[in-house]
């Protein structure tokens, strides 16, 4: 294998061959979406891992060389590092070395972009690579790409969040079972939501890493995550709780960060448990959610919410910003090639298909079926006979103190069954004589939608 | 001025002339940000209106080319065309005429998008010139970013929302105040939040334009929007909220779609008034608040919320497209220039700066204040004049029952105050010889943060 990157004689150039350090949970989740669903234009050609034996893995392709030796990395072919190994030193060193030779770079490593963000940015600029770090800032949640992309054009004046999922889930834990905070922590860590020594989580330390990459995403303020002003969670006590819930409140971890009003240069930021409303988005985070609120001096307020934190999540946001240096590059060859290609055929694309689709309306769901009848006795043995000719299950029978039986209001609900069974029964129904308006019905959705 | 686009000899190359079709209430906003803030690289030239002598304002640049001709627009040197006239004829037909001839276009038109989407993106592709529509579904809230960026390597399953804010606005109306639809709607009118003929959106075709676009980016389901059931808003009465919140629910106008699990290309789409559960995300859309909802196969669920229309969010989303235009236009630049530069200072960048700034954690909020306290008599006239004596106001003091006066806690919560001075109030009581463990503050937020 030839010591210099290029020329290539024996690969695609259309194929960008993508180095994985680190495979642990995050790493582990990267290389399944790497092999399961690869971006187009990208290819897993390696995986480093200290402990490499321990590791390795049948699922993915016998093309990709497993190695504990950084420096077979840096000696093949690579277009793009994927750095999820954590820690700020080896780390930090394989990420300008990586970007040092024009090799673009994925991180997910709050650490280090915390610290040396800016320092990692110029230095990806001046060699021609890229560096992305979407999944170093609440997980699943795709707030940077937000930032940079959709809300690129406003000027952003506060941000406010729950950025660390163990925390959220330690406070919900205490809120909603009275537990000490001590009980609550070593559930985390029994569940495994809370690491064996949890000081970075608990003391701020992971919020304010993620909150000074936020200011300078979101902000454009430059700040050391050591000068952000963190408390500790375990100023909270259960009785705190109690008390919270009195002034319509619960606590939760925030961070927060917002240019003075007043004087230019100053921002305030801390990480520190707080008191919420209960009415307040930051309240409604349960678990090991993560929040980021965005005050827009255009646009008002947006809100964002996902998993935080896991293998799942993150690596989403990590293999997403693969894809986007992958359409990138692509879009740059198909400008600097030596020809340029002018129909659409011709040109590569990084971009997924999209299929044609057969659409129909019938989600099962339970439903809501609201009646408005002239009262007489047998109405509800009518319905309920034709719900069962329909083999459609009533769940409950709803009647409000009502002023007249002459329009008389009342609602059935049934189970889930398919549209089509439902509007046959209702059509029956509909025949019978005593409806005052025609019966009305409304799905049931349970969560987000679909029932 | 020369009639064709190309060679340019008086113009700067690296900047992009911007040519603003319409000038409503987004058109003024996106005139706005233009002038106010403009994306690097980036320069509003032309304003297009039919009546321009009634809109003509005195804010824009004086080198902005005002005209009521659109010939004017394709005769001059323009490299972005921004469309925000709506309709599906004339303003189909101008953005089909700049991508023609390869410019860019950026549109908020979701009937033009959810209509002739693949084929406009196709002729962009074709022409080498970009498409964007983050606009064109859910104002402010940036979808379709996340969904190309930070979410694009997942499999999104299912996509549900609330993506009409009149709809929106009229139930959350009727449901806070018992109103019956009618009135609902006159008030909407009254305040602005619907329109004179209200049919496009309480029948749920405006909602239905954008789900289609969603499942497209979302679900990539090519889906023509006639082929999404809808159910009008004049369904719901005003009994049914009472009949819903018997039930745990509310009603919403929900806009949903999912692949069938198990028939490969039958996608399940509706856009219908639906029960939703008070703890759902979609309970929590209040006013003509949008929200959106994602299921990932890898990230799990992730939610987006914020003002679904109104100039100033729709404003934010076009010309953050516009901007990403320029970045992306700026890096084809780089790479395709006859020298490729390697230092940093010699290459254009998009991207705003990031400022270095003094940080302080003080942000100006009401506290509570836990005490836990050997109980005897004088304790709280104690606290209360050493607040008195640093100026600090007492909102309230609150006392569960205890089991025992040896540990006693009791809160007391503050009106907002520097927290210097709250500090030093503290450290005074703190000397006080009556606490069992010492004082512990934290600050109260309302809404989203900072209070």
Same mark, same amino acid.
């Given at each position: 294998? %030839?010591?210099?990157?290029?020329?290539?004689?024996?690969?695609?150039?259309?194929?960008?061959?993508?180095?994985?350090?680190?495979?642990? =949970?995050?790493?582990?989740?990267?290389?399944?979406?790497?092999?399961?669903?690869?971006?187009?234009?990208?290819?897993?050609?390696?995986?480093?891992?200290?402990?490499?034996?321990?590791?390795?893995?049948?699922?993915?392709?016998?093309?990709?060389?497993? =190695?504990?030796?950084?420096?077979?990395?840096?000696?093949?072919?690579?277009?793009?590092?994927?750095?999820?190994?954590?820690?700020?030193?080896?780390?930090?060193?394989?990420?300008?070395?990586?970007?040092?030779?024009?090799?673009?770079?994925?991180?997910?490593?709050?650490?280090?972009?915390?610290?040396?963000?800016?320092?990692?940015?110029?230095?990806?600029?001046?060699?021609?690579?890229?560096?992305?770090?979407?999944?170093?800032?609440?997980?699943?949640?795709?707030?940077?790409?937000?930032?940079?992309?959709?809300?690129?054009?406003?000027?952003?004046?506060?941000?406010?969040?729950?950025?660390?999922?163990?925390?959220?889930?330690?406070?919900?834990?205490?809120?909603?079972?009275?537990?000490?905070?001590?009980?609550?922590?070593?559930?985390?860590?029994?569940?495994?939501?809370?690491?064996?020594?949890?000081?970075?989580?608990?003391?701020?330390?992971?919020?304010?890493?993620?909150?000074?990459?936020?200011?300078?995403?979101?902000?454009?303020?430059?700040?050391?995550?050591?000068?952000?002003?963190?408390?500790?969670?375990?100023?909270?006590?259960?009785?705190?709780?109690?008390?919270?819930?009195?002034?319509?409140?619960?606590?939760?971890?925030?961070?927060?960060?917002?240019?003075? =009003?007043?004087?230019?240069?100053?921002?305030?930021?801390?990480?520190?448990?707080?008191?919420?409303?209960?009415?307040?988005?930051?309240?409604?985070?349960?678990?090991?959610?993560?929040?980021?609120?965005?005050?827009?001096?255009?646009?008002?307020?947006?809100?964002?919410?996902?998993?935080?934190?896991?293998?799942?999540?993150?690596?989403?946001?990590?293999?997403?910003?693969?894809?986007?240096?992958?359409?990138?590059?692509?879009?740059?060859?198909?400008?600097?090639?030596?020809?340029?290609?002018?129909?659409?055929?011709?040109?590569?694309?990084?971009?997924?298909?999209?299929?044609?689709?057969?659409?129909?309306?019938?989600?099962?769901?339970?439903?809501?079926?609201?009646?408005?009848?002239?009262?007489?006795?047998?109405?509800?043995?009518?319905?309920?006979?034709?719900?069962?000719?329909?083999?459609?299950?009533?769940?409950?029978?709803?009647?409000?103190?009502?002023?007249?039986?002459? %329009?008389?209001?009342?609602?059935?609900?049934?189970?889930?069954?398919?549209?089509?069974?439902?509007?046959?029964?209702?059509?029956?129904?509909?025949?019978?004589?005593?409806?005052?308006?025609?019966?009305?019905?409304?799905?049931?959705?349970?969560?987000?939608?679909?029932?």
């Amino acid at each position: 294998m %030839a010591n210099s990157r290029m020329p290539a004689h024996t690969r695609d150039p259309a194929v960008l061959r993508t180095a994985l350090l680190g495979f642990g =949970t995050v790493g582990q989740s990267v290389a399944r979406i790497l092999t399961e669903q690869p971006p187009p234009g990208v290819r897993l050609t390696h995986i480093f891992n200290r402990r490499i034996d321990e590791k390795r893995v049948g699922w993915v392709s016998p093309d990709v060389r497993w =190695t504990a030796d950084i420096e077979d990395v840096f000696a093949d072919e690579v277009d793009i590092v994927v750095e999820v190994v954590g820690g700020v030193a080896d780390a930090g060193q394989w990420v300008r070395r990586a970007l040092s030779s024009g090799r673009s770079v994925v991180t997910a490593n709050k650490q280090l972009i915390a610290h040396h963000g800016a320092e990692l940015i110029a230095l990806a600029e001046q060699h021609g690579g890229e560096l992305r770090f979407e999944g170093s800032v609440a997980g699943g949640i795709p707030i940077l790409s937000a930032l940079r992309d959709g809300l690129g054009a406003d000027r952003i004046s506060r941000v406010a969040g729950i950025l660390n999922g163990t925390c959220n889930f330690i406070l919900t834990s205490m809120e909603s079972r009275g537990a000490a905070f001590a009980d609550a922590l070593a559930d985390a860590q029994a569940l495994g939501f809370a690491e064996a020594d949890p000081t970075d989580d608990v003391e701020g330390f992971d919020a304010r890493a993620k909150l000074a990459i936020l200011c300078a995403t979101a902000l454009r303020a430059q700040v050391a995550p050591e000068r952000i002003a963190t408390r500790p969670l375990t100023l909270v006590d259960a009785v705190d709780f109690a008390h919270a819930r009195q002034l319509g409140c619960t606590i939760r971890q925030v961070s927060q960060a917002a240019w003075d =009003t007043g004087t230019p240069d100053v921002l305030h930021a801390s990480v520190r448990p707080s008191l919420v409303s209960r009415q307040s988005p930051l309240a409604r985070a349960g678990g090991s959610q993560n929040i980021v609120l965005l005050q827009g001096q255009y646009g008002g307020e947006t809100a964002f919410s996902g998993s935080g934190a896991g293998g799942g999540p993150t690596s989403v946001a990590v293999v997403s910003d693969v894809a986007a240096i992958a359409r990138q590059r692509q879009r740059v060859a198909v400008a600097a090639g030596p020809a340029r290609c002018d129909d659409v055929g011709a040109r590569p694309t990084a971009t997924a298909a999209v299929l044609p689709a057969r659409v129909t309306g019938e989600f099962v769901t339970p439903h809501y079926l609201r009646f408005i009848v002239k009262d007489r006795p047998g109405i509800i043995a009518a319905i309920a006979g034709a719900m069962e000719r329909h083999g459609i299950n009533i769940d409950a029978v709803l009647q409000l103190p009502a002023d007249s039986k002459d %329009a008389l209001p009342f609602v059935v609900t049934v189970e889930a069954c398919p549209p089509a069974v439902l509007a046959a029964a209702i059509a029956d129904i509909g025949e019978l004589d005593f409806h005052v308006r025609p019966p009305v019905d409304l799905p049931i959705l349970s969560g987000g939608g679909q029932s």
